[in-house]
C-alpha cells in the first residue's frame, strides 16, 4: 500500500490524522504508557547548587508525575487561563454572494481565543523575558508545545490556540451548503489567513500588556511569526524613535519551519517515496517489526513516516496525540497556505536575531530551510539541526532542546 504526500503531511504535524487512519483505535494505539512517559522526559536542570540525591529525587518526582494518566504533568505550574476576542469582517451574500466586502450589508462577528500564562507571576520580568509561543498545523492546537514548560524553567510562557481549533473558536463557511443545484458563497477566507492570524497576534500582544518577549514558533507557526515580524518591521508607527529599543520582539526561534510550502510538499514526497521503496531504514531502530493488527498497510507506512521523520518515539506522545485529538477541520494543513512563499523586508536591520532549528531527520529538510537566509542579517542568524531528533524534538529530546532555547534567549534579555 502506497502512502500519499497529503497523508503523510496530515501524519507530520502540519496537520492531524488522515482521513485513512481515522477509523483506528487512537486510545489504544497512541495511549499514554509508561514507554510513552519515558520518551518524553521532563528535563531537569541544575540551575543552583544541589546534591544529586535531591536533583535525583526532583527528577524521579516529574518523571512519576509525567507517567500517570489521571494526572497532568503540568498542574503543578501556576497557569492563568484566559479568552481574546477577535472579530471577523464578514461579507454580505446579497447580489448573488459575491463576498465582496465593500458591499453595505457587511458585518462583523466576534470569536474567542483561549491563551494560557504559565507562570503568569514572570510576564513582565527583565532578567528573564517571557516566551510567546506559536504552534503549527495550520490548526493543530497548542498542546504539544505545552512540554516547553518544563523544557524552560521559570520563564512565563504564553501559550494560545489559534482560531479554528484547539480550546478556541472554529468557524466556518456559513453558507457552504448547495441550493437548487448551485454553490453558495464560501466565506471561509472571511475567517481564515496568514495575515489575520497575524492580527489576532498582534492583538494578543496588546492585551496582556507585553513590552518585551521571545517569539517562538515551531512548523506553521514559525511562518506566522516571521509574518508578525515582517509587518512590525515595515510598520513605522511601531518602529518609530520613541519606541524603546530594549521593547518588542527581542529574538525568535523558527523550528522545523519551512520557507516554502511547495518545496516542503515535493520533500516530504521524496521521502515518502523512499519509504514505499524500502530504501530508509531510519525508523528500524524504533520500530518492533509488528504490523497493526487491522492488517492496514498504510497505517503501518504512515507510521512508519512518523517514526522517521515527525517524531522518533516508539509511541505517539500524549502531548502530540491531545493536540491531534483537538485539531481544526476547517482551515488545516498544507492546503490550506499551498502558496506560502516567505518573502524578505526591505527592513531586515529591524528584525531580531533568529536562531533556525530543525530535526537532523526532519521532513522539512535544510533545502526547505536554506531561504531564511535570505530573510535575515547575516549576522543574527543561527542555524542549529539536532541530532537524531526529526520534525518535533521538542518531545524526542526536551533536555537538549530547552537548554538550546534557554542559552538563545538568555543572550537577548
Known sequence: CVLRRQ????????????????????????????????????????????????????????????SSSSTSPFASVPCNDGTLIVQRAIASEKNGGTGNRDDD??????????????????????????????????????????????????????????????ESDEPSSSSSSQENGAQQHDNTNDYYSINLAVQDLKALIKKLGIRRYHLYGQSFGGILAYEFLKRMADDDDANSDDIDDDEGCLSVVLSSTPS?????????????????????????????????????????????????????TEEMPQPLADAYAKAGTTWRGTAAISDYVAEATPNAAKLPSCMMMRGEHDFVTKLCTEDWKTMFPKRRLREKVLKDCSHHGLLENPLMYGDLLESFFAEYD
Open 7 to 66: 497523508d503523510a503531511l496530515h501524519v507530520s504535524g502540519f496537520s492531524a490524522l488522515p482521513s485513512s487512519l481515522q477509523h483506528v483505535d487512537v486510545s489504544r494505539k497512541f495511549r499514554w504508557t509508561s514507554h510513552s512517559a519515558a520518551s518524553w522526559p521532563i528535563p531537569q536542570r541544575n540551575y543552583h547548587r544541589c546534591d544529586d540525591d535531591a536533583r535525583r529525587r526532583r527528577t524521579s518526582s516529574r518523571l512519576s508525575l509525567a
Open 105 to 166: 450589508d457587511n458585518g462583523t462577528q466576534e470569536f474567542n481565543i483561549a491563551y494560557k500564562i504559565f507562570r503568569p507571576m514572570a510576564l513582565s520580568s527583565r532578567q528573564a523575558a517571557p516566551v510567546i509561543v506559536l504552534h503549527g498545523g495550520p490548526s493543530v492546537p497548542s498542546n504539544y508545545l505545552w512540554p516547553l514548560v518544563h523544557a524552560i524553567p521559570y520563564r512565563s510562557i504564553v501559550v494560545y490556540d489559534q482560531l479554528g481549533c484547539g
Open 260 to 312: 516554502n510550502v511547495k518545496v516542503v510538499e515535493q520533500e516530504a514526497q521524496r521521502l515518502i517515496d523512499e519509504l514505499n521503496m524500502g530504501g530508509n531504514d531510519a525508523d528500524n531502530s524504533n520500530s518492533n517489526g509488528n504490523n497493526d493488527d487491522n492488517g492496514n498497510g498504510n497505517v503501518d507506512i504512515a507510521e512508519a513516516f512518523r517514526r522517521a521523520h515527525q517524531c522518533r
